[in-house]
């Protein structure tokens, strides 16, 4: 194998045949899967070539290293030429490249973490650059490193919001180690982009969102190569909108339509027109040593609050967050512009080295989060549970990267009174139920909250945070010892006719009820389900064993809640305990929480009715 | 009460007046509400008087004409402003105003379509504006209407990506009838903006989309007349950056922090500083007639499959686009650019006058439907399952909205095979299950899909519809009645010892297991479960009752799916007939589809595992 090294002295020539190796690799791998998008990978064959070979600083041998450079392919589906590099770099070898989209082979297609090089799932397009600017936040803002985050970009992709939220936020952050390299090839899935090779109102866009900006040919290896110099020298990010031509290098489908993502139909014919097979092998430039740094770190006392006392567990969640932070310095916290909402601002106020601020945000508030995990932070990042929707597709991703990656949701369910139903997660529960080894967690008071918040810090994966806006009596000591996956049984008796199923505000009315079913002669029991995945399958069974019926009551649609939860152990576990389920089930309106609850049917005196017709 | 009328001689002292009777109402509402957002109402009521007064063309008794002008507050929070507008405009009396925020009032604490004058909720920053993309869309394109829609819009919420998508397409689509006014008032809820008061940021991305740009002092009742009276005259979509004072008109909350969200402390002596209360009334200009219009309407016949044919239900749902376009010439079409995958493109092919390319911007994709369906238009928009998933608080939205939005999902689950997880909806149904009112759909043959897709026409709300990549055989014969919430049972027999439930694709593989198991001279019962959400419970029960366990089959994760789905209707009817929940549970990678099916456990194989391990 030929060998190339990475010095200034490269010629034009052995750039292009690196290059034309890369489209090669890209049309060969294609073949070989049946499926692909070589056209796409073609496009920017030289400018990942003269990246490789002279720009990018990486030592494959140590991916997790924090002194390496970051290359992430926000336009995911160029996964061929993504590989090709790794062949080229030696990191992988041809036998395995024509592996592309085989099962049980890591080079999927799209990227994956899977692969060891590869930082962060991208294939839903317009997420790469967000989770760029959350890796570069953290080596820019908490490491202080001297790294590039290198982004390619699609055209096509820069008609998503989250990338301008991207620019936007990374703008303002004066991120000056942030390059994103915009593959302007001109042609979508369906046919032609909006601009095309117009790139003038997309770079005013940038230079508007104080981006340093180039715009080039993209097959100029020599204009390539300068532009990567001066977005290096950049005291600002720096994006280069570099035009090519997609299918670059073969006749048969360069700037054609109808192009995208499959082989081409002769790839023999276009390997010959590429120059044939190679398999030059560059030395990739190794980063300089990460410095070293630290972080400020406030003394907080764990918080705990007196049985009774009234207390919103978002309260306690941003008290909680703010202790954390002191006992972890990994620990970070962003805010959708919320955070004197979710009380995230008590964790700034501790922190606010480690407090970032992504304002109404927040596909770039959890993009960001994404990326910091990557560099071995533990960010927790809070809005109102409702607006997370807005980046559920990030989240999503996030789990196809097996991501570090905290979720707090306030101002859920109905309870949170006279803003309205705009303003009222619903189906949170639902939505981060279906997520990949997601955990979610729902705790009914302020205790509970601090011990769970701290659970999530430990816990490594996806975990989302449901809290209410309304203070709640606290029921538990300070102190007391809540598991991801366990739940709490508060009331219980040989006699119990009925189990009751609440957390969060509604455990307290199902307390409520007990109380006043008791006061008729009903016993009950009540289970607070504080962990809705995993759920605690075993005492909801024996429950299902001991009790004639189970009530679930939850501040949550009826699809996808804690009454389906339920419903799902009973039914696997053949139970035929009959279940009533109490969830919101109408659109709810602007009011007092109170009448709200009733009006919805999950208050207490639901719960006696639906009790009593059940007995 | 006093009367001002419309003409150009109001004098500056009269627009002042109006709108210190629109701050003056804010702080009464919130007032009497205990809460709300009168500041962020003070600094647009300049803004809004002038409007109402000098521009705005609508026939309050006429909410539903054509011809009227559409005004969307993109800031929804400025609801008490809004509401004052009413008042002003003798819509609703100061009774009415002051019941803001009450239990079972119209008047919410953000805006929503229970009052007539209202197109849509909002309260989710960043969506008023696309939504108003597609009602100028609508307007312009479909019927030439000579309307102007106003979008009232926060500067907070310019953080949000999904502005920014409609900017893009508004200056695409070239919408002269679309006129954002920015209230910039340089305050969001926990601290200052971005930006604060230097619009020269966004206003330079604003003209790099092609829009008429303006920025001015939001509190000069002469320049926002003269800004208006531009925007309306302008040949592209017009934006005005007014910059104003958050509280205006009350020195204890102008232009001060943590004023946010919440009634001014001392009322009272805000009225008076304001000048007192007034009863002002406009009379609001009413809009000259709507023209006619007429749309293409190409013979598109009903397609039909045969028997055993292969076709996949995304080409159906094409198909079936396309003849219900020429049944319904209400029927439009929108797509995320990948119409040559969810085969959309066959609508556009055929009605291209209604067909929308909204790019790869799935918020403005969903968005621009809801828009259209304001103006009784039947929006169809479609994109790949996963990435409807960065809608999802769009979609939420719409429902509040009560909004008649019908979306397709193509590429769902594992068995998409070689393009990987990042391309896979697995998580589409949990999601569209949790929106209220919504119907899920998941066909399972072509002939059945083309049903399905006109009931989808015909129903009024929220419905969605999950198609296969992979062709499936035809099992039903052409024009054979579905209907939503119906189920299909296949095959039955007194005997039956299990129930195999699936959809589409999974449902495949219930009848390739019956057969099997059935030489193996096990009798299984399959129901196909098209209809997710209205689910068929009767079906379901008797086949709990008849049968010995049953078996749920989906390409989807096992939360908030179809498992769950029977799982609900089984607890809740108290039976006690064990369920097997066969779903996708690991995280899936690259491979044909029949190998990924097998991997997650859900082909025939592991059905027929599952129900010999039953019995």
Chains 1, 2 share one sequence.
Request: with cysteine.
């Amino acid at each position: 194998m030929e060998q190339v090294t990475t010095d200034q002295a490269l010629s034009r020539e052995q750039l292009h045949e690196l290059a034309q190796q890369l489209r090669v690799d890209s049309v060969r791998a294609a073949a070989a899967a049946g499926s692909g998008h070589p056209t796409s990978s073609m496009s920017a064959a030289d400018l990942m070539a003269v990246l490789l070979a002279k720009h990018l600083r990486y030592d494959f041998s140590t991916p997790d290293s924090p002194a390496n450079d970051h290359l992430v392919f926000s336009k995911g589906h160029a996964s061929p030429l993504l590989y090709g590099m790794y062949k080229m770099a030696g990191a992988i070898d041809d036998e395995e490249l024509l592996t592309f989209r085989e099962f049980g082979s890591r080079l999927q297609g799209h990227p994956t973490p899977e692969i060891p090089w590869v930082d962060v799932a991208t294939g839903s397009l317009g997420q790469g650059l967000p989770i760029s600017v959350g890796i570069a936040l953290a080596g820019k803002r908490l490491e202080h490193a001297g790294l590039h985050v290198w982004v390619l970009c699609g055209d096509s992709e820069l008609a998503e919001g989250s990338m301008w939220e991207a620019f936007e936020q990374a703008g303002h952050s004066g991120l000056d180690n942030l390059i994103a390299i915009v593959d302007v090839n001109r042609l979508g899935q369906r046919g032609p982009t909006m601009h095309e090779w117009d790139t003038s109102s997309l770079a005013a866009r940038a230079a508007a969102c104080d981006w340093d900006v180039q715009e080039i040919d993209g097959h100029d290896l020599e204009a390539i190569d300068a532009a990567y110099a001066q977005a290096v020298d950049a005291d600002r990010p720096a994006v280069i909108f570099a035009r090519t031509k997609k299918g670059s290098g073969v006749a048969a489908v360069e700037d054609q339509p109808d192009q995208h993502g499959k082989p081409l139909e002769d790839p023999e014919a276009a390997v010959e027109e590429l120059g044939g097979e190679r398999s030059l092998r560059v030395e990739v430039a190794k980063p300089p040593e990460a410095p070293s740094y630290e972080v400020s770190r406030a003394e907080v006392e764990r918080p705990s609050y007196e049985l009774g006392e009234k207390v919103a567990t978002r309260g306690a969640y941003g008290d909680a967050l703010a202790w954390i932070g002191s006992l972890d310095e990994r620990v970070v916290a962003l805010d959708g512009e919320v955070g004197n909402s979710t009380y995230a601002e008590r964790f700034a106020a501790k922190h606010p080295d480690r407090f970032f601020e992504m304002y109404i945000a927040e596909q770039q508030m959890v993009a960001a989060a994404v990326g910091m995990q990557t560099r071995g932070w533990k960010p927790f990042a809070s809005s109102f549970g409702a607006f997370l929707s807005r980046a559920y597709d990030f989240i999503r991703m996030a789990a196809i990267s097996d991501a570090d990656l905290k979720l707090c949701g306030s101002h859920v369910g109905v309870s949170i009174g006279p803003d309205g139903p705009s303003q009222m997660a619903l189906e949170d529960i639902a939505a981060f139920r279906a997520v990949l080894d997601s955990v979610v967690l729902y705790p009914s008071d302020a205790n509970q909250a601090v011990e769970l918040v701290d659970a999530m810090r430990l816990h490594r994966g996806f975990s989302y945070m449901r809290t209410t806006r309304e203070k709640t009596p606290v029921i538990y000591e300070p102190g007391e010892a809540f598991e991801i996956g366990g739940s709490r049984t508060l009331r219980s008796g040989e006699e119990d006719a009925v189990t009751l199923i609440g957390a969060g505000i509604t455990l307290h009315e199902c307390l409520t009820a007990a109380d006043e079913l008791a006061s008729k002669g009903i016993t009950t029991r009540v289970i607070d389900l504080y962990s809705v995945k995993p759920v605690d399958a075993a005492t909801l069974i024996a429950a299902a064993d001991e009790t004639d019926a189970l009530v679930t009551v939850e501040d949550h649609w009826a699809e996808g809640g804690i009454g389906e939860t339920v419903a799902g152990v009973l039914a696997r576990a053949g139970s035929g305990t009959p279940l009533v389920s109490l969830a919101v089930s109408e659109r709810p309106g602007s009011g007092p929480p109170e009448a709200l609850l009733a009006a919805a049917g999950i208050d207490a005196a639901h719960i006696v009715a639906a009790v009593e017709e059940t007995v």
